[in-house]
């Protein structure tokens, strides 16, 4: 309580000469900072600080803003005349000397040689320093994740600092997985030996006739149709019933979502001597298939 009472009494002898950060916009002129690709990561989430995470001698800067807000500071001000940052934080005095190249807590000088940089209208501090200073539990870098990783129990993450990732849109199927049961059943049957351009045909040749006006409407159905006679000869020798292999999964999968190399083929058969060879028109022959019209 006597800690808190100081803090603040120092506090208010300093609010004369403050105002709000956002008023600095002297530029450090002896020091360079180059943005990084480095994450911050406090109680095991991720932060989305990427932007404003910036690297000097191998030590990772912040803005000095960011990092008080992070840590629930009750104030963060500005004294304009001084070019000092001062924040209010865990009972403490917080006064970040960007002249002097300095930092008190509670008017007590700390044993600080690293820069404190004014860049933007941003106050840059390095992150470990000071998140030690504010009062985290635990500070280490995780070499794996490339990341400053910070454990304080104490700190509860403000939802404006996690990183959220992309969502996905997720492109809704126009098949099931019935239809590549069967046409995948298909495929293996009438084109098991073929290579996969004669097993992509094939199932192709399933999904045209299904969306054809006359044949019906569904990819078993369509397998199963007799209404011109028995349409695919594994249906009735079961060989239908086979399963099949993953390259014939494959083939029926990439039909099923678009991929077409036999245009608008209706038959195929392992010779031109046939009912299609004989009434249909010819399209293109793949390995040991010729497929028409």
């Given at each position: 309580?006597?800690?808190?009472?100081?803090?603040?009494?120092?506090?208010?002898?300093?609010?004369?000469?403050?105002?709000?950060?956002?008023?600095?916009?002297?530029?450090?002129?002896?020091?360079?900072?180059?943005?990084?690709?480095?994450?911050?990561?406090?109680?095991?989430?991720?932060l989305d600080l990427q932007e404003q995470t910036k690297i000097v001698d191998q030590q990772v800067y912040i803005p000095i803003r960011t990092l008080a807000e992070i840590?629930?500071?009750?104030?963060?001000?500005?004294?304009?005349?001084?070019?000092?940052?001062?924040?209010?934080?865990?009972?403490?005095?917080?006064?970040?000397?960007?002249?002097?190249?300095?930092?008190?807590?509670?008017?007590?000088?700390?044993?600080?040689?690293?820069?404190?940089?004014?860049?933007?209208?941003?106050?840059?501090?390095?992150?470990?320093?000071?998140?030690?200073?504010?009062?985290?539990?635990?500070?280490?870098?995780?070499?794996?994740?490339?990341?400053?990783?910070?454990?304080?129990?104490?700190?509860?993450?403000?939802?404006?600092?996690?990183?959220?990732?992309?969502?996905?849109?997720?492109?809704?199927?126009?098949?099931?997985?019935?239809?590549?049961?069967?046409?995948?059943?298909?495929?293996?049957?009438?084109?098991?030996?073929?290579?996969?351009?004669?097993?992509?045909?094939?199932?192709?040749?399933?999904?045209?006739?299904?969306?054809?006006?006359?044949?019906?409407?569904?990819?078993?159905?369509?397998?199963?149709?007799?209404?011109?006679?028995?349409?695919?000869?594994?249906?009735?020798?079961?060989?239908?019933?086979?399963?099949?292999?993953?390259?014939?999964?494959?083939?029926?999968?990439?039909?099923?979502?678009?991929?077409?190399?036999?245009?608008?083929?209706?038959?195929?058969?392992?010779?031109?001597?046939?009912?299609?060879?004989?009434?249909?028109?010819?399209?293109?022959?793949?390995?040991?298939?010729?497929?028409?019209?």
């Amino acid at each position: 309580m006597k800690k808190a009472i100081q803090a603040v009494s120092l506090l208010c002898l300093l609010l004369v000469s403050t105002m709000t950060v956002n008023a600095a916009n002297i530029e450090s002129t002896h020091t360079s900072l180059a943005s990084i690709d480095v994450n911050i990561t406090i109680n095991e989430i991720d932060l989305d600080l990427q932007e404003q995470t910036k690297i000097v001698d191998q030590q990772v800067y912040i803005p000095i803003r960011t990092l008080a807000e992070i840590f629930e500071a009750e104030e963060i001000l500005w004294n304009r005349v001084t070019n000092e940052a001062i924040i209010l934080v865990n009972g403490y005095v917080v006064i970040a000397d960007s002249n002097a190249n300095t930092v008190t807590v509670n008017n007590e000088a700390q044993d600080y040689d690293l820069d404190i940089i004014l860049k933007e209208g941003n106050t840059y501090v390095p992150l470990r320093f000071f998140s030690d200073l504010f009062g985290a539990k635990e500070i280490h870098w995780d070499h794996e994740k490339n990341a400053v990783v910070i454990n304080d129990p104490n700190i509860t993450v403000q939802d404006r600092f996690i990183l959220t990732e992309p969502v996905e849109e997720i492109e809704e199927k126009n098949y099931t997985d019935e239809d590549v049961e069967w046409l995948s059943k298909i495929v293996q049957a009438e084109a098991g030996y073929e290579p996969y351009q004669g097993k992509l045909a094939v199932a192709n040749v399933v999904i045209n006739r299904k969306n054809s006006s006359i044949f019906p409407n569904t990819i078993k159905e369509v397998i199963f149709d007799t209404r011109y006679g028995v349409q695919f000869t594994p249906t009735v020798n079961g060989t239908i019933n086979n399963t099949p292999n993953e390259e014939s999964v494959q083939a029926a999968i990439e039909a099923l979502e678009g991929h077409n190399n036999i245009g608008e083929a209706l038959y195929f058969t392992p010779s031109m001597n046939s009912w299609p060879g004989r009434n249909r028109t010819f399209y293109k022959q793949i390995h040991g298939h010729y497929f028409f019209l």
